[in-house]
């Protein structure tokens, strides 16, 4: 079968290859007809080859946002059945250390991680454990479904590790999809503004289509975020900063402007170390929260979401045949798109 592999522990050295095609092993397993694969930032970095991509393995088979059919299921399957759409997960919890137990599966101690610590799934096949997938509503189109994850991801941040009010104020860094979906979701919770932020590079793009969604685009580069949010709201200050951006200076700015006792939520992944004012979050008493991944629900939850319409995904994503891929991720390396998804 055919996949999207990183061959070298070097910048772009992605190729489309023949590799063998995957087996159920275990009776839990199901087997898909993979359909879309999303290309996720943590594959741009993969592409490019940050030092914090140093434990990634290869040769390796990419991606970890996706969708498709099953087609062979293992004997204890119950779930799902031949021909089911399906959209899966992107970490494997391993469902038997402390946190997983006690229901915190996000912060599970020894993960697989697919596309990253084990084979992914942009390939004609993957294999997978039944728990880890979920059901397709019939108006999610696959190429939708597999650029669900990062909004789950963003559900769990803003849902699990953020209070965000109705009325309230808040700034999100960094324009990607992972931003951009927390930023819809606050508008969901009935937010009264929310500042969506990116440098020049996302005009075009990302910034433009933030603001087709109804947020508040501001290029930093050109205008202060103090100056943004006191022309909106008349205050020198808000009430939620959601740190998406990865940026140690987005981190410091979100910090200046939150308001005293405000909610800092941080989903991004640092390539480098960030200096943080402690003593501002101390003196301020900021309530800081880091998220990572999404659970189950927080999956099932964003399904449902998109099936009713109530979060916009489709103007975020650019579809491209999986043997474009290697140009997929230069493109969203170079910020021409903002949501890459491979069709097969």
Request: net charge negative.
């Amino acid at each position: 079968m055919k996949a999207i592999v990183k061959t070298k522990r070097e910048f772009g050295a992605v190729e489309v290859r023949d590799v063998p095609e995957p087996a159920i092993v275990r009776d839990n397993h199901v087997k898909l007809q993979i359909k879309s694969v999303a290309v996720c930032g943590s594959d741009v970095h993969t592409y490019e080859y940050i030092p914090s991509s140093h434990y990634i393995p290869v040769p390796l088979i990419m991606g970890h946002e996706y969708s498709g059919v099953v087609v062979e299921t293992g004997s204890k399957v119950t779930d799902f059945k031949v021909g089911d759409r399906v959209m899966g997960e992107a970490v494997a919890n391993c469902g038997l250390c402390v946190n997983c137990r006690a229901g915190k599966s996000t912060a599970c101690v020894s993960p697989d991680k697919f596309g990253l610590t084990v084979d992914g799934a942009m390939a004609e096949a993957f294999v997978v454990e039944d728990r880890f997938l979920h059901h397709l509503p019939d108006n999610v189109p696959f190429e939708d479904a597999a650029a669900a994850q990062p909004f789950a991801v963003s559900l769990h941040c803003v849902f699990d590790n953020c209070v965000v009010k109705p009325g309230d104020s808040v700034v999100v860094y960094g324009p990607g999809i992972i931003g951009n979906a927390a930023a819809q979701l606050a508008n969901a919770c009935g937010a009264g503004a929310v500042f969506l932020c990116g440098v020049s590079a996302d005009v075009k793009e990302r910034l433009a289509i933030a603001d087709r969604l109804g947020l508040i685009p501001v290029n930093l580069e050109e205008t202060p975020i103090e100056e943004a949010v006191k022309k909106r709201t008349g205050r020198s200050d808000v009430d939620v900063v959601i740190e998406a951006s990865g940026s140690g200076a987005a981190l410091a700015g979100g910090i200046k402007i939150l308001r005293k006792a405000g909610c800092l939520s941080v989903v991004s992944i640092f390539p480098k170390p960030a200096e943080v004012a402690l003593a501002d979050l101390v003196r301020k008493e900021i309530h800081m929260r880091t998220s990572y991944t999404g659970d189950w629900t927080n999956y099932d939850r964003t399904l449902t979401l998109l099936s009713q319409g109530k979060l916009q995904i489709a103007p975020l994503i650019k579809t491209y045949d999986y043997r474009d891929a290697p140009k997929a991720l230069e493109d969203a390396y170079n910020k021409e798109v903002l949501k890459p998804v491979l069709n097969f």
